[in-house]
């Protein structure tokens, strides 16, 4: 090639052309830096056809500068970019970005300096240092990547270096991660297992796409029946990818990982350090790396072989992006796994409804575990009726709630509380004048915090200390906390059983993979009686000696009643119950509801999971919503109020009108206010059928709007507000 099209990482340019000087060799999908006026820029060598634009006249080329030294991206991811961005009605560059996710993999030097604590003390000691030595202990990376985990300048780091207090060490980016033996540690497997290991190890075999369902019930050995399969790629030296839809869950995995193959995964997700992050892709690309564990955005890096992917808990929202390119890390697996010619396993005890309808029409191969390994029981659910029994007055829990969790502690076994709220309270009021305490940039109440003595919003993060006096009256120690979050339950359940030792389980307390990996551990040792914990603890963990569940509230999420409320609630449930009664003991649920009668909590008590399906099935079929019919969203932003109901008329003003197309809206959003900015939304229902992504697209194309307002575009949305 003398002259190629490249894809530029920059979104307001089309794709350029450039002329590949004599002594340079190019191929499609190299990464290339290239001259854009005065400035370089980083482009990947695409098929012409596909990138059309106005060619440019050879006089008029520039060179491309240099070749970049990683592979070429293979043409099984180009064609997912491509996908992904026109399915999601998202800037090609913006996908690309996704797969060029470490600017310091590109590059040659293969050398980093990372610092460390040497021992010694400086000549003078001042907080900072002594905050920076205090937290630095054990640790080792850049001085930008210690400043920021010292919370400290990196000026008073260079100050400990100058001082010989931290010392350099060079590391080789590079170096290779250590190899996972497929036949470490195998497991016996019993009969229905071993059917399932062994048809998904002929599907790696046989290097066909094939999209498989697995549907087990909490507790039957799922990961051990997966492990089989990857095991199958491992032997055949092709790359396997798992995807968890929690980094919170990743500890828990790396263990069992750990003890079947001899050595750890390579996680991958957006706290990893840069150095991390260089290292992972590098091996990702050039083939070294075998296993990886890591959240949705493990999904487009640049793997150079790979033979099976993973997605677990496959019913998690988590997996659906709703920022920058809005997708949903499930479908986008199981393109990923059609380009590449592989199988793709889709886990869960409680599948999405599209994924079972995909089962059920033929296009998924379904695979089943009935039973809980080892012969445990799934877990006797109970209903309690709070409208019959309810807690008392300033309490959240019933008495035969409270009855059960004694007679736990009593016995020493654990128990779970789950409520889907963090912090202390949702809603915090004037005893006197009735002020609430709102977010100043979103349409939210401010949550109360009280581990961390903060008034929180958990949109945009805003927070304020709680004032001593209401704000709008002035009246002193007049705040009252309305509604209960875990910290409360918490508080609760420390009142009732004094003795318990109570452990708050959230995004909060767990932020980081240490603190999950701690919390496990001091599960496992017994050294928590009752957890309380938000969706973060529904899924993935198994301690065994926990045997009782409570869910402080299931009417929780069906409030606001969004497309998928109820399928929601029954899988928070279901996978919170699934944690019961593991191990030899049996678990018992307890359910706190005020609408027993729900079709939704009628089927988690009678534990009729078919029959849930059905009914929402029908309901869905009936409103032609997914997967029966598709829903796009539209929202309209801007920091100004009048400009974004402005635009957002305009655009509804100009909507097509189409047979198999129903335009709702505009209409303020939900949340009329987040970020600061005003939100006005369109829905999109359309026949499955239809085209609706260019429809869109060519909707939006013909409008000329401000520059301040931003549309975006949600495609198969899972969020409403
Ligand atoms: P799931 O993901 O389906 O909820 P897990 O894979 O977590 O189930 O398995 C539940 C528990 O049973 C785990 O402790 C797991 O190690 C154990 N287990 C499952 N299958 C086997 C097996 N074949 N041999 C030994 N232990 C098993
Ligand atoms: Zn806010």
Redesign the pocket.
């Known amino acids: 090639m003398n002259r190629v099209r490249c894809l530029v990482f920059n979104a307001a340019l089309g794709p350029l052309d450039y002329r590949v000087p004599d002594n340079m060799t190019v191929e499609y999908g190299s990464i290339v830096v290239a001259p854009l006026g005065p400035r370089q820029i980083i482009g990947i060598v695409w098929e012409e056809e596909r990138l059309p634009t106005d060619p440019v006249p050879e006089n008029k080329l520039r060179p491309i500068l240099e070749v970049l030294p990683v592979p070429p991206l293979r043409p099984e991811l180009r064609r997912l970019i491509e996908w992904t961005a026109n399915y999601y009605c998202a800037p090609l560059t913006s996908v690309a970005r996704m797969v060029i996710s470490s600017g310091g993999a590109l590059r040659g030097p293969a050398t980093i300096t990372e610092y460390r604590l040497s021992g010694g003390l400086p000549e003078r000691m001042t907080p900072k240092r002594e905050q920076a030595m205090g937290a630095l202990e054990g640790e080792q990376a850049t001085i930008r990547e210690l400043a920021e985990l010292a919370d400290v300048s990196d000026g008073v780091l260079r100050g400990l270096v100058n001082q010989g207090v931290l010392e350099p060490v060079v590391v080789d980016c590079d170096r290779p991660y250590p190899r996972a033996d497929d036949a470490h540690a195998t497991?016996?497997?019993?009969e229905q297992?071993t059917a399932v290991a062994r048809q998904l190890a002929e599907a790696v075999q046989s290097r066909k796409f094939a999209p498989y369902l697995l549907d087990?019930v909490?507790?039957?050995?799922?990961?051990?029946t997966y492990f089989e399969p990857m095991a199958a790629a491992l032997r055949m030296g092709r790359q396997v990818l798992v995807l968890l839809p929690e980094i919170a869950l990743t500890e828990a995995f790396l263990r069992r990982f750990e003890d079947r193959f001899g050595a750890p995964p390579i996680v991958w997700h957006s706290s990893l350090k840069s150095t991390e992050r260089r290292r992972a892709w590098r091996a990702i690309a050039s083939g070294q790396a075998q296993v990886v564990v890591g959240a949705r955005s493990a999904l487009f890096l640049p793997y150079a072989n790979l033979g099976l992917i993973v997605v677990d808990e496959a019913h998690e929202i988590s997996f659906k992006q709703d920022e920058g390119v809005r997708y949903n890390a499930r479908d986008v697996a199981v393109m990923r796994a059609r380009f590449e010619k592989i199988p793709v396993v889709l886990a869960s005890?409680t599948p999405a409804l599209e994924s079972l309808q995909m089962a059920e029409s033929g296009i998924y191969e379904r695979l089943d575990l009935p039973s809980r390994?080892?012969g445990a029981q799934l877990p006797e659910i109970r209903i309690v009726n709070l409208t019959e029994e309810p807690p008392e007055r300033g309490r959240w829990l019933a008495p035969s709630l409270t009855r059960e969790l004694f007679v736990r502690l009593e016995r020493g076994e654990q128990s779970l509380l789950f409520l889907n709220r963090r912090g202390y309270a949702p809603l915090t009021l004037c005893r006197n004048c009735g002020f609430r305490f709102q977010c100043t940039n979103c349409s939210a109440w401010l949550v109360e915090h009280r581990f961390s003595k903060r008034l929180a919003c958990h949109h945009c993060g805003h927070e304020e200390k709680p004032p001593l006096n209401c704000p709008e009256c002035g009246e002193p120690e007049c705040l009252v906390a309305c509604g209960p979050g875990v910290e409360r339950i918490a508080d609760e359940v420390a009142e009732i059983l004094p003795d318990a030792r109570v452990a708050v389980a959230t995004s909060d307390t767990l932020n980081t993979p240490e603190k999950a990996a701690e919390f496990v551990a001091q599960a496992e040792a017994k050294a928590i009686d009752v957890i309380v914990g938000t969706q973060l603890v529904t899924k993935g963990f198994?301690f065994p000696e926990l045997t009782l569940v409570g869910v402080v509230d299931a009417d929780l999420g069906l409030e606001g009643g969004d497309l998928r409320a109820a399928e929601r609630t029954y899988q928070q449930v279901a996978q919170v119950a699934g944690r019961a009664g593991?191990g030899a003991k049996p678990g018992t649920v307890l359910i706190q509801t005020r609408h027993p009668e729900a079709p939704v909590i009628e089927a988690l008590a009678a534990g009729d999971r078919d029959a849930f399906y059905d009914a929402e099935t029908e309901a869905r079929r009936h409103a032609g919503a997914p997967p029966f019919g598709r829903w796009a969203a539209i929202i309209v932003s801007s920091e100004d109020e009048t400009e974004a109901r402005e635009a957002a008329r305009a655009i509804g003003g100009t909507a097509p009108h189409l047979q198999d197309i129903a335009i709702l809206g505009p209409a303020p959003a939900p949340m009329a206010l987040l970020r600061g900015r005003y939100r006005y939304r369109l829905l999109v229902n359309a026949r499955r059928s239809a085209q609706v992504q260019d429809v869109i697209r060519d909707w939006l194309a013909k409008l000329d709007l401000p520059r301040t307002v931003r549309v975006s575009i949600d495609i198969d949305p899972y969020s409403f507000v």
Request: glycine share 22%; no cysteine.
């Open positions: 497991v016996e497997l019993n297992q087990g909490t507790g039957s050995g799922k990961t051990e005890a390994y080892g198994h593991r």
